[in-house]
């Protein structure tokens, strides 16, 4: 089965560092992009950015460049989302997606979310 | 930046009335277009992808049409679980830009 594992609920301080994870099974971790996506509480979804895991290429949205660092392992076929320094307003819900190579760009499957909570 | 812009952002039908949800892009993107379902509480889950191609699995009631700048979901016949958020999804190149969203709900 196709699937997308995101790590547990975060709660941190505002200036602390966070890196969430998600892990790929049951399909070519190499084969396709990653993307995440981030949802604030009762809006809408925003795209953050995506990697290609062969060979790292990441592309961000303009609203979140230079804010959140995409990566990945690929020896664990899992991508990460990170922080250096969070901010009350990073609060939000975040889900990791798999994205297809080619025309096939639809986010499909979608990982199970990770809240992160940030508040001093 | 292309813009997607779906209308309405809120509908209320009843159970078994033809609903209809409007994206519009702001420059066109073929049909490099998707819709998503979140229902309350849960993860988006993709419905339609290439403007028109019902994902397997996806109720027959709901499908997608258009080309260019202006596509539709529909659903022919509003059934109770189909209450949630719809959003569309340019995907062709970056940024891959969500709509808005449209909540559908049941009078």
């Known amino acids: 089965e196709v699937q997308l594992a995101q790590s547990g609920a975060e709660v941190k301080k505002p200036g602390e560092s966070l890196k969430i994870s998600c892990k790929a099974s049951?399909?070519?971790?190499?084969?396709?992009?990653i993307g995440w996506v981030r949802q604030m509480p009762g809006k809408g979804l925003e795209w953050i950015g995506i990697?290609?895991?062969?060979?790292?290429?990441?592309r961000y949205s303009p609203a979140f460049q230079g804010q959140v660092t995409i990566s990945v392992d690929k020896s664990i076929s899992t991508a990460y989302l990170q922080w250096s320094s969070l901010k009350a307003s990073d609060s939000a819900m975040y889900y990791c997606?798999?994205?297809?190579?080619?025309?096939?760009?639809?986010?499909?499957?979608w990982g199970q979310g990770t809240l992160v909570t940030v508040s001093s | 930046d292309i813009r997607m812009t779906q209308s309405p952002s809120s509908l209320s039908a009843f159970v078994g009335d033809r609903v209809t949800i409007t994206c519009r892009a702001s420059?066109?993107?073929?049909?490099?277009l998707a819709w998503y379902q979140q229902k309350p509480g849960k993860i988006p889950k993709l419905l339609i992808y290439?403007?028109?191609a019902l994902q397997s699995g996806v109720p027959s009631r709901f499908s997608g049409s258009g080309s260019g700048t202006d596509f539709t979901l529909t659903i022919s016949s509003l059934q109770p679980e189909d209450v949630a958020t719809y959003y569309c999804?340019?995907?062709?190149?970056?940024?891959?830009?969500f709509g808005g969203g449209t909540k559908v709900e049941i009078k």
């Open positions: 999804q340019k995907y062709n190149i970056v940024p891959l830009t």
């Open positions: 420059q066109g993107i073929s049909d490099y």
């Open positions: 990697i290609y895991p062969p060979d790292s290429d990441t």
């Open positions: 290439a403007a028109s």
């Open positions: 997606a798999r994205r297809g190579v080619g025309s096939a760009g639809w986010f499909d499957p």
């Open positions: 049951g399909f070519s971790f190499t084969s396709y992009w």
